[in-house]
Each structure stands twice: as C-alpha cells, then as structure tokens.
C-alpha cells in the first residue's frame, strides 16, 4: 500500500531527474519564479516563467492575521 503511493513520485524522478530535482530544491529552498536572482538566471537560459506560482511568499498575508471561517 506504501508503494503505490511512491509510485507516481518514483515515475517522475527517473523521467526528468534533473527538472525533478531542481524543482524539489527550488521548492524547498521557497525560491519564486518571479525573484530576481531565479528570473535574470532563467531569462539568461531563454526561458521565460510563466505566472503559475503568484509571486507571493510564506508570510506574505495582506489581510494581517488569521481569518475566521463558518462552516455550515
């Protein structure tokens, strides 16, 4: 039953270990897209970030705290 929750992670690892991998680091480094450093580095390599990740950070909250909700 543990395996074949891994399965679908074990897939993509060995198709594109790279994207894979950079992509596991960049999320758990929180590194955006849209940051300076990541988007010059990916405009130098002629790829252009598609807006899929908000731009937005942990901790970035507008509204200053937490929100109640009514669950009916």
């Known amino acids: 039953m543990f ?5 679908p992670f074990v897939q993509e690892l ?4 790279v994207a894979f ?7 758990l480094l929180r590194l955006s897209l ?3 450093p990541v988007r ?3 405009q130098n390599q002629g790829v252009t970030p598609t ?4 731009g937005t950070t942990w ?3 507008r509204n200053g705290g937490p929100q109640s909700i009514s669950i009916d």
């Open 3 to 7: 395996l074949d929750e891994l399965t």
């Open 14 to 17: 060995t198709a594109h270990p």
């Open 21 to 27: 991998l950079g992509g596991l680091a960049s999320g």
């Open 34 to 36: 849209s940051d300076d």
């Open 40 to 42: 010059s580095w990916l």
């Open 51 to 54: 807006g899929g990740g908000g």
């Open 59 to 61: 901790g970035s909250d």
